[in-house]
C-alpha cells in the first residue's frame, strides 16, 4: 500500500502507482491505482506543467482517491485511478508521446482504464485507443461515447434539484437564480438545460471568448464581468464550474447564496472549508457526487457501448443513467441535515461502505 502527502486521510490507501518516462518522445506520467475494490481503476489523464514531480505524483494520488469515492456513489462497477502527463500539452503533445503513453495503461493489462481531463480530449483518447482497449471517452467515429460535458452537466442539474428539495422543499429550479461562475465545456451545457427549467443565470469567465459564446448562445443569461462578483450577487444557487479550490476562505465567508452546487472538482479550499458552511446554513452539495454524469456517461463504453446513431435516444439513454444523482444527493444531504454530520462525511462514509463490501456477481 502506498499514500505519501496523504497522512490522516481515511479510508484505504492507494493500490499502485506507476511512474512511466519515454524521453524518446518526452513522456513523464503518473499511473495512480487507488483502489480496484469495485472493479478496474476508472479516471482520466491530466495533462499539464507542474511545479516538480513531486506535485504531480501528489496531485495523481489525490485525483485517484476522489475517482474510487466519485464512481462507488455513482453506483459503477469501478475503482479509482487517475493519471497525470508531466508538461506543457500545447508543447509536448504529440501522437508519438500518446501512443507511448497508451502502450503503458495497457502495460497494467486492465487494472486501469483511462479517459480524458483537463488537458486532453477524446481525439487523444482516439489516439491512445489506438495501443490498448484500456480507454474510454473516445469520439464516435472511433466507437466512443464522445465528450462526457453534457451529462456532466445534466448531473449537476440533477444534483440542484435535489439541492432544492432540502433547502426550499420543492425539487424545481423555477424562478430560482442560479449563478454560473466558468462558462467551458460544462458551464455552457449547464446555461442551457437551467435556462430550459425555468432558472435565471447569471454567468461568469475569466475569458472573454467563453463569455462571448454564452451571451450569443443564450441572451437570457445576465452575464456578471468579474467572477469575483459573483459571490455578493442575490442568487440561490451558486454553481462552480471552473478550477479546484473555488471555496477558498474569502469566497467561504463572503458568498451570499444558500446553496453551492457546481462541477468543478475538489472545490473545496482549505480544511474547514465544509463546516463553515455548515455553520453559514449553507447547503454544500459535494462535487463528487453530483459531477458523476461524465464518469457514467463514458463508464458505458468500457462494456461495449458507443454512440447511438440517434441524438434524441442517446440524450433520453444518457438521462435515464444520470437520473440517480438527484437519489443520491438527496439522501446525503438529508442524512448530513439529521445527522448533523457534514455531507462530505456523509458521503464519504457510504463510499467506503461500498468499498468495503463490494457486490457478488
Ligand atoms: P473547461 O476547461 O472547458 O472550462 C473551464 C472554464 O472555467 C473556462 O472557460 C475557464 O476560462 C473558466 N475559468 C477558469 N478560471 C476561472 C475563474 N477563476 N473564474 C471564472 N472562470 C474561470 O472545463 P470543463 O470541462 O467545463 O470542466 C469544468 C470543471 O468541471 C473542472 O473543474 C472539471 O475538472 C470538472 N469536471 C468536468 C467534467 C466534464 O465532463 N468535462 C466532469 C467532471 C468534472
Not at 512511466?20 to 499511473?31: M, N, Y
Not at 513531486?54 to 479509482?80: F, H, I, Q, T
Not at 467515429?141 to 442539474?157: E, F, I, K, N, R
Not at 425539487?171 to 442551457?192: A, Y
Request: glycine share 12%; charged share 20%.
Amino acid at each position: 500500500m502506498f499514500a505519501p502527502g496523504t497522512a490522516g486521510v481515511r479510508g484505504p490507501a492507494h493500490e499502485q502507482v506507476l511512474l512511466c518516462q519515454d524521453r524518446t518522445v518526452g513522456l513523464k506520467a503518473v499511473v495512480s491505482v487507488h483502489s480496484t475494490a469495485l472493479g478496474p481503476a476508472l479516471g482520466g489523464t491530466r495533462f499539464r506543467a507542474y511545479g516538480s514531480s513531486a506535485d504531480a505524483v501528489l496531485d495523481s494520488l489525490n485525483l485517484a482517491r476522489g475517482m474510487s469515492y466519485k464512481n462507488a456513489l455513482a453506483g459503477l462497477p469501478y475503482g479509482g485511478g487517475k493519471a497525470v502527463i508531466i508538461g506543457d500539452p500545447a508543447l509536448l503533445k504529440t501522437p508519438g508521446l500518446l501512443h507511448s503513453y497508451g502502450r503503458f495503461v495497457e502495460s497494467l493489462a486492465g487494472r486501469y482504464v483511462t479517459a480524458c481531463d483537463v488537458g486532453t480530449d477524446t481525439a487523444d483518447m482516439d489516439v491512445v485507443g489506438e495501443e490498448t482497449d484500456h480507454v474510454v471517452g473516445r469520439s464516435p467515429a472511433a466507437g466512443g461515447v464522445g465528450d462526457p460535458s453534457a451529462a456532466t452537466a445534466y448531473g449537476v442539474l440533477q444534483g440542484m434539484r435535489a439541492c432544492a428539495a432540502v433547502r426550499w422543499g420543492e425539487p424545481h429550479l423555477r424562478g430560482l437564480r442560479v449563478g454560473v461562475c466558468g462558462l467551458g465545456k460544462v458551464g455552457q451545457h449547464l446555461v442551457g438545460l437551467l435556462t430550459e427549467a425555468g432558472a435565471t443565470v447569471l454567468a461568469s469567465d475569466i475569458r472573454a471568448d467563453a463569455v462571448a459564446r454564452t451571451q450569443v448562445r443564450f441572451p437570457e443569461a445576465r452575464i456578471v464581468a468579474d467572477a469575483k462578483a459573483l459571490l455578493d450577487a442575490e442568487m440561490d444557487i451558486y454553481s462552480p464550474c471552473a478550477l479546484g479550490g473555488a471555496l477558498d476562505r474569502v469566497a467561504v465567508n463572503r458568498l451570499r447564496a444558500p446553496v453551492v452546487c457546481g462541477a468543478a472538482n475538489n472545490q473545496l479550499g482549505y480544511a474547514g472549508a465544509e463546516e463553515r458552511l455548515v455553520d453559514r446554513d449553507i447547503v454544500y452539495a459535494p462535487d463528487y457526487v453530483v459531477n458523476a454524469g461524465g464518469v457514467i456517461h463514458v463508464a458505458r463504453e468500457y462494456s461495449g457501448c458507443s454512440a447511438s446513431r440517434s441524438p434524441d435516444r442517446a440524450r433520453a439513454r444518457a438521462r435515464e443513467q444520470m437520473d440517480p444523482i438527484y437519489a443520491t444527493t438527496l439522501s446525503i444531504l438529508t442524512a448530513a441535515a439529521d445527522s448533523g454530520a457534514s455531507p462530505s462525511a456523509v458521503a464519504d462514509d457510504l463510499a467506503e461502505k461500498r468499498m468495503a463490501s463490494p457486490p457478488r456477481i
